[in-house]
């Protein structure tokens, strides 16, 4: 038997120093690859164990008619969620449950095993009814210590005119069915989501999820102007929309019986005129994001004979000249000719020798434009179209004046 005084070899001291040294090495990327290189990843999987993810709906767009009175509104009511990750005794807790809120037990686990069956987490909460009476509101506050598994959540629900008015054109919403969700073109939403399922409040959905689907990294936009009931089709759809363009342009008809500008910015207590604040007013008022609306500007403007100014009274045939025309045409184009109409926002020309009125929007009437956009939170600009600014004579930003102006006054700068 070797004796206590028998030496480790060298061979078998240095292959457990090796051994050491890599457990250690292991040990020290091990650590690394937790705090530094994965530390994202398991700072995401702590947070997901500490945050329940609720769905909060977010209201749908108004409903309007043509002269802006309401026809659909939004009220806010409470829904019943259950927290499947604070259930202790399903079949205990149930019924009781289901007797509270003054519904089916068999309802109650139904809605749970849909969600069992589609494999959601178990902090995913499931609303399980929908607009509760205050004494079912009462019921689970009053039970909070008995069945921590309920909560409640506020959402915004649609109010219909009384005794199904106009019920054929507007239509209805509606939790998304299982049905639907097996449609492929209902593959973008999930269950809980709401959504048209007739009229007015249906119109587009189908198009817009499918364009939305087709293309997820483009910006799908909508230009549209205060007629045809297309604030209320942007106000139910706007969710699907990256930004919706008012048409801030061709407000000047000669019907109206009256010389006016083509694209002036705001009203300022003139209720006879078109303007873009007006133009805007619906569809702020149908509840679509001030971010997502941009405001159109034109780069052509209008020419009325046989008036010098807006709003004189009158039988006028006015007609339609581009920006580089307009600037081309030395005869016109003249520095005494030049005003601004600083109550409407307006750039014009007004020449007496001619008897001659042109509204166009110009470099101070595109300044104007982005201070109240900001002002308003809007979300940007759409322009129509650049061709008809552009100066074939010029270089540089010099060929594109209007979009250089806007571009300066939205960023400060434009390379």
Known sequence: MPGRDDKITQVKFTVVQYIIVVVFVVLAYGLWSLQIRRSDEFLTRAEQNRIRQVPILAPRGKLLDREGQLIVDNYPSFSALLLRDQMRDLNADAQKIADGLHMPVADVLDKIRRYQLARKPAFEPIIIKDDITPDELSFIESHRDDFPELETLMIHRRSYPKDGFMAHQIGYVGEVSEEELNSPKFETYQRGDIVGKAGVEAQYNDLLTRLRKAMPAKVITMAAGNWGSLDSVAGASYSQLDQINLMCYDMDAAGNGFSWYNGALLRNWNFTVMTCNWRARPFTRAGIAPSKIGVGIPFYGRRWPGVTHALVSGNFNPSTVLYRDLVNDGTRWQPQYQFYDSIYKSDYLSILSLNE????????????????????????FMTFTVEYEYLSGQVGDARYPLSTTLCKEVFGTCQ
């Open 357 to 380: 009125f042109t509204s166009y929007n110009g470099t101070q009437s595109i300044k104007d434009a982005v201070a109240w956009q900001k002002s308003q939170g809007f979300g940007g």
